[in-house]
């Protein structure tokens, strides 16, 4: 099955890429590289269109001031777009429940483990001297947990308690 193309030739995912693009231009992540290289990183890890289409756009909602309703009408498979609400963490989500709500999705999931791989690669850590470094380990340990609860290796309930200690480690003792 060919699939459909727009009225300049374009695919869903050339237009996912070019609406990337576009939304982020500008954008650096921590260590100053331009924040479309961690979005393309992210679609190449992942598995069939409707998967590449939401991984390039994973963070548009949420970095963006982009709205599903204008990735619908650039011609965004519908899926692809309810996959990227799944992965845009609400301002309300406590992390380890946005987490829990992406297990429930196979492509989300895929994408965010895709995410967590290329967000913790030791070439992209940064580790900031005084009070910012405790925080960077922090998020760095919330990234490898949130993987091994993603990937089936610890349960919900192992998942919860740690993240627990991670988000409030002066209770933990």
Avoid: C
């Amino acid at each position: 099955m060919s699939e459909s193309k727009d009225e300049k030739g374009m695919s869903a995912l050339e237009r996912a890429v070019e609406l990337a693009t576009r939304r982020h231009a500008g954008q650096a992540d921590k260590a100053g590289q331009p924040y479309l290289l961690h979005l393309l990183r992210v679609m190449h890890q992942v598995e069939g269109d409707i998967a590449k289409q939401a991984a390039v756009l994973h963070d548009v909602l949420e970095d963006t001031d982009a709205t599903a309703d204008e990735l619908l009408r650039a011609g965004i498979d519908p899926q692809a777009v309810s996959v990227v609400q799944r992965l845009t963490r609400g301002k309300g989500d406590s992390y380890w429940e946005y987490v829990v709500r992406i297990a429930e999705d196979p492509i989300a999931r895929q994408i965010k483990m895709a995410d967590l791989n290329d967000n913790y690669r030791l070439d992209r850590v940064i580790l900031r001297e005084g009070a910012d470094r405790a925080t960077d380990l922090r998020r760095i340990e919330r990234y490898i947990l949130s993987y091994q609860f993603l990937a089936g290796r610890i349960t919900l309930s192992d998942y919860r308690r740690r993240m627990a200690i991670i988000t409030n480690p002066q209770e933990s003792h």
